[in-house]
């Protein structure tokens, strides 16, 4: 079978969707630094957004954990199979050593139980300290080990670039297991710049994601592990459609391109982004950059800043019939094994 025939008889694969975890939410709730934290959060995102976030959590949360409704609402989008990641809100980047192990432990867990109740059509996966580098690797066994598909990041840890050395073993872990790696930020360094109109999020998400990204390209992270399968969200934010900028600093400038073998925009051809944007017209710069084979359908499922109907969003991009049928599913079911028979 062609790659063509092969993504048109694809299932339709979303792969970015969330599931929330009240079992992490307890454990957590009172640990030394919680209180710092949810501060934290609040100054950078400022009342009106937490006004606004609270409410929108609470209507969603029975799409956020239980599984007949979920599976309902993927019927209605035309959605056959949902890669399902922890709300980033679980991340817990600061926690110690022992309770970081809890959380990733419970985390790993009740994600993969939930995607146990329909296994055909819900693919998982589990969350990493990322704040604490030698627990890295272990995470990252424990959350194959319970069948999920790899586990979920954020841009950064406190103190630590994605381009620190201290995460190799890690990266080198995650090779070696063909582990899908999703890239998707929790919060923006930016602080209170961005605590108005919800620029912590449609500025701020797409920021961290440009500069996690500019992290591990820039300093050859990605030419020394090449064989990494990370995803993207939100398309890879701002980076893909500036990316000229980031070839020419990289070429005409010692400093920047010291660190990479390659011009930055050919290492997105290595990276996989989802379709998440808003902007058919993004969205067909994204394919055009990196690869109709390296975008994948994402919605956000099920929050505000997500589309309640990825499909149409896709279709909207007019792209080519092959190209449409690659994002749509085929590029995802051949990341995550995923056969037709099963959907």
Same mark, same amino acid.
């Given at each position: 079978?062609?790659?063509?025939?092969?993504?048109?008889?694809?299932?339709?694969?979303?792969?970015?969707?969330?599931?929330?975890?009240?079992?992490?939410?307890?454990?957590?709730?009172?640990?030394?630094?919680?209180?710092?934290?949810?501060?934290?959060?609040?100054?950078?995102?400022?009342?009106?957004?937490?006004?606004?976030?609270?409410?929108?959590?609470?209507?969603?949360?029975?799409?956020?954990?239980?599984?007949?409704?979920?599976?309902?609402?993927?019927?209605?989008?035309?959605?056959?199979?949902?890669?399902?990641?922890?709300?980033?809100?679980?991340?817990?980047?600061?926690?110690?050593?022992?309770?970081?192990?809890?959380? =990733?432990?419970?985390?790993?867990?009740?994600?993969?139980?939930?995607?146990?109740?329909?296994?055909?059509?819900?693919?998982?996966?589990?969350?990493?300290?990322?704040?604490?580098?030698?627990?890295?690797?272990?995470?990252?066994?424990?959350?194959?080990?319970?069948?999920?598909?790899?586990?979920?990041?954020?841009?950064?840890?406190?103190?630590?670039?994605?381009?620190?050395?201290?995460?190799?073993?890690?990266?080198?872990?995650?090779?070696?297991?063909?582990?899908?790696?999703?890239?998707?930020?929790?919060?923006?360094?930016?602080?209170?710049?961005?605590?108005?109109?919800?620029?912590?999020?449609?500025?701020?998400?797409?920021?961290?994601?440009?500069?996690?990204?500019?992290?591990?390209?820039?300093?050859?992270?990605?030419?020394?592990?090449?064989?990494?399968?990370?995803?993207?969200?939100?398309?890879?934010?701002?980076? *893909?459609?500036?990316?000229?900028?980031?070839?020419?600093?990289?070429?005409?400038?010692?400093?920047?391109?010291?660190?990479?073998?390659?011009?930055?925009?050919? =290492?997105?051809?290595?990276? =996989?982004?989802?379709?998440?944007?808003?902007? *058919?017209?993004?969205?067909?710069?994204?394919?055009?950059?990196?690869?109709?084979?390296?975008?994948?359908?994402?919605?956000?499922?099920?929050?505000?800043?997500?589309?309640?109907? *990825?499909?149409?969003?896709?279709?909207?991009?007019?792209?080519?019939?092959?190209?449409?049928?690659?994002?749509?599913?085929?590029?995802?079911?051949?990341?995550?094994?995923?056969?037709?028979?099963?959907?």
């Amino acid at each position: 079978m062609s790659a063509a025939s092969a993504s048109a008889s694809a299932p339709t694969v979303d792969v970015h969707a969330h599931v929330l975890l009240p079992e992490v939410d307890a454990l957590v709730s009172a640990l030394p630094g919680r209180d710092e934290a949810r501060a934290l959060d609040a100054r950078r995102n400022g009342p009106a957004a937490l006004a606004v976030s609270g409410p929108m959590v609470r209507d969603r949360m029975p799409l956020l954990t239980n599984v007949a409704l979920r599976l309902a609402a993927m019927d209605a989008q035309g959605v056959d199979v949902q890669l399902v990641s922890p709300s980033p809100s679980h991340y817990h980047y600061w926690t110690d050593e022992e309770a970081a192990e809890k959380v =990733y432990r419970l985390a790993n867990e009740a994600t993969a139980a939930h995607c146990a109740a329909s296994p055909d059509r819900l693919r998982g996966l589990g969350l990493v300290p990322l704040h604490h580098p030698d627990l890295l690797v272990r995470a990252l066994d424990h959350a194959l080990e319970q069948g999920l598909a790899g586990v979920e990041i954020s841009s950064h840890a406190p103190g630590r670039e994605l381009s620190h050395p201290a995460y190799a073993p890690f990266w080198s872990r995650a090779e070696e297991t063909g582990a899908i790696l999703f890239l998707h930020p929790f919060g923006c360094t930016l602080d209170e710049r961005l605590d108005r109109w919800y620029l912590s999020n449609t500025v701020g998400q797409p920021t961290e994601n440009a500069v996690a990204l500019s992290h591990l390209i820039f300093s050859g992270t990605l030419d020394r592990h090449p064989a990494l399968r990370l995803i993207a969200a939100h398309g890879g934010g701002y980076l *893909p459609t500036h990316i000229g900028r980031s070839d020419h600093a990289w070429s005409t400038r010692s400093d920047a391109g010291a660190g990479c073998a390659h011009p930055p925009s050919s =290492y997105l051809k290595r990276l =996989y982004f989802d379709s998440l944007v808003h902007d *058919p017209r993004v969205l067909r710069e994204l394919v055009r950059v990196a690869g109709a084979d390296r975008v994948l359908l994402g919605s956000d499922f099920p929050f505000d800043m997500g589309t309640e109907d *990825p499909v149409g969003a896709l279709r909207a991009a007019r792209l080519t019939g092959a190209d449409f049928d690659a994002v749509r599913g085929g590029n995802a079911a051949a990341l995550l094994t995923i056969p037709t028979a099963t959907v």
